[in-house]
């Protein structure tokens, strides 16, 4: 019955307790037995038990008794870094309530209030849960008057717990039963279900991870997918479980499930689409969320170049259990045949990489990673730039635009002037700033690219690691950009392009072809290094050649021997200049994000 159902999500800033307080939740429920609890047990895959983080967004059902009633608890566990939030969204959307978890000792942080802000726009139920109460530091009622002063939510009712030792998780879950709204869908109507996760299973194939609003979806029924238009018989269903998947005949409204469709690819089961009956198809569609967008480029190349069909295949199997990953053909000078990828931010490439490398063996260099472009042509036209290297001529640009965050960053008000100080640094405008107790909440726009790069780390360096920060795609805007390319021994590497605001391309030239003339090897040749912008050399940096002395066999004599000797050394390197080939190492790619 639908009264009996609870669909909520666990929402809050990196490290707060989401994983360790679903694992005792799950516990108590009596989901799962002593011998086969791990810690985090959600978190399925190896690298988010190592990174200690939640990379995907993971489902549980569990039974609860209260007051000798059934419940149904369908828990959705969410990842807590700005790079995943798209989980967080389509986590929410599936969901009538959400738990908001706050750390006791560090209060509301900038994910907090994101986070809050995407589930009041899912009109959901939110329910402040203050943890690691059972720390000495811990002040929970400083905590709640910040989430007040900072949200504006109400913190009267409200639940202090802490999930490493199970205080107060079992209070937890009665406010969970008595405060949260079940579900309200029309058991009568025909089938409507909306997919929030979809992924590959190498035995079932391509699998749906579903809430159903209307209807019920039955073994066997044909489904079809609204936006798609494809069809397809159901072959299974199962109740979502980290360890073992109870199967099912029928998912009624309300409830979450898994549905088996037996596809060889994800295609077809588009996340964020509407299932319904093939013979007796709903009305419309549900709203469902924002497909992820990929904001941050960067290309990926084997480094053993006959890799490339393999770094294909890997790409395509990856991208059914990440649909946010993009990737299409390109081919390098410098680099050889790779992918121009797509991903969501810094910390999602660091991932896609690691897991590339580990589970399909591959040894990949990346390139500095690069924000899409707007370019205005002469002739009114207007293209999207992924690759700077593919930017037109100057003589053909008109403007070009690039993306902008607005960014949310809470600090405390010591650090204050360091963080104003980066913020200008990186062309950020400011937009608001308040204070909460002792700490600052500045919301900021700054362009992407300034923060694609090394953000991050100059941001948690300057505050000793006490700043916290969220940023979202705001959209275009016009600035004043040049290409800066990099030439090797007089060939462009295209590879090394980028693109900077006119008034910091002298800076970063010279900076650029430093630090790349400590990087690149010695040759028998002299090797010059040199930033351009166009046709303008605006810094040069030499490798000196490897000396050999070949007047050592030499002992004395007439100095014309000698001289004949250095004269025909001369000859030969200016020979070996003309044909010589440079290598130019993985590192020199990655020197472009260490430019300030």
Known sequence: MQKNIRNFSIIAHIDHGKSTLADRIIQECGSVSDREMSAQVMDTMDIE???????????????????????ILNLIDTPGHVDFSYEVSRSLASSEGALLIIDSTQGVEAQTIANVYIAMDNDLTLLPVVNKIDLPSADPDRVLEEVEEAIGLDCTENNLISAKTGL??????????????PPTGDETASTKALIYDSWFDNYLGALALVRVYDGSIKKGQMLRMMNTGFEHKVLDLMYPHPIKQEKTNELETGEIGIVVLGLKTTEAIAVGDTMTDAKNPAANVIDGFEPAKPFVFAGLYPIETDKFEDLREALEKLSLNDSSISFEPESSVALGSGFRTGFLGMLHMEVIKERLEREFNLELIATAPTVVYKVLKTDGSEIMIQNPYDLPKVNQIETIFEPYVKATILVPDEFLGNVIKLLNDKRG??????????????????????????????????????????????????????KLDVLVAGEPVDALSIIVPEEKAQSRGRVFVKQLKELIPRQLFEVAIQASIGSNIIARETVKSTGKNVTAKCYGGDITRKRKLLEKQKAGKKRMKAIGKVNVPQEAFMAVLKLD
């Open 429 to 482: 405008l400011q937009k608001k700033m308040d204070y909460i107790q002792k700490r600052v909440l500045l919301e900021y726009d700054i362009p992407m690219n300034e923060i694609v790069m090394d953000f991050y780390d100059k941001l948690k360096s300057i505050t000793k690691g006490y700043a916290s920060f969220d940023y979202e795609v705001t959209g275009f805007r016009p600035g004043n950009l040049k």
């Open 49 to 71: 038990k190592e990174r200690g983080i939640t990379i995907k967004a993971q489902s549980v059902r569990l039974n609860y008794e209260k007051d000798g009633e059934h419940y």
């Open 168 to 181: 107060g998780v079992r209070d937890l879950i009665d406010s969970i039963v008595d405060r949260l709204p």
